[in-house]
């Protein structure tokens, strides 16, 4: 089956910093990448997501980008906020047969006033 | 609407209970789930219902008994949980499954303390 890791499992930037949060998975038939941010007591939410067709995406601060061949994708947040401050989760999908989400372990992020 | 609610917010049960998790969606999804999220550490998928049928049970223990008693409601009924079942239960929908589109929209969970 498929197997995401994430790295690293914390970081700390200084306000206004980037923050950049990458994820390795291991089945090349993966072709569907979201990234969803928790905070402490909330929901998962999603905040960007790829298909493997794409090897970029952006949202305002948020972008993530995809190599598909050394099936690595990233999450790159700039211009960094206290309220990003929060749990970020990889994941990886297929979009035929039983398409689970394999999540990442998780990233801690803290963004330093 | 895109809300997935769920009841309760929190629950605190002795191994003897037997008590129901429930959540609801109005955004026409015909795909729900139960993940289970142990502190610090990610989703686990449980279950996955679609159209109302079981499509994926994860080898949850029998203690867990899912019911979607129609395409808007999931319940997960718990009966003699043990301590270690106790967690952040996570109900999500995504409108197909399987589908290309699989946004997950995540309710707000059940902290459910097993004592």
């Known amino acids: 089956g498929e197997n995401v890791e994430q790295h690293p499992s914390t970081l700390s930037v200084q306000e206004g910093d980037s923050a950049v949060i990458k994820c390795t998975y291991s089945d090349s038939a993966s072709n569907y990448f979201p990234w969803y941010k928790q905070e402490l007591g909330k929901r998962p939410q999603l905040i960007i997501d790829?298909?493997?067709?794409?090897g970029e995406k952006k949202d305002q601060r948020i972008a993530v980008t995809l190599n598909k061949t050394a099936k690595h994708f990233s999450l790159h947040i700039t211009e960094t906020q206290p309220e990003d401050s929060a749990v970020y989760f990889c994941?990886?999908?297929?979009?035929?047969?039983?398409?689970?989400?394999?999540f990442g372990t998780g990233t801690r992020l803290t963004v330093i006033p | 609407d895109t809300e997935v609610t769920q009841t309760p917010k929190h629950l605190v049960m002795g191994m003897t209970n037997k008590k129901s998790l429930k959540c609801e969606q109005h955004m026409g999804h015909r795909a729900m789930y139960w993940y289970k999220q142990k502190a610090k550490k990610p989703p686990e998928l449980m279950f996955v219902y679609s159209y109302e049928k079981l499509s994926i049970n994860e080898s949850v223990p029998s203690r867990f008994s899912p019911e979607c008693p129609n395409s808007s409601l999931l319940n997960l009924h718990l009966h003699a949980l043990q301590p270690e079942d106790s967690a952040l239960y996570l109900c999500a929908s995504s409108p197909q499954f399987p589908s290309t589109n699989e946004k997950l929209f995540f309710g707000s969970g059940t902290q459910l303390s097993v004592l």
């Open positions: 790829i298909r493997s067709n794409v």
């Open positions: 994941a990886a999908s297929i979009e035929t047969g039983a398409n689970n989400l394999f």
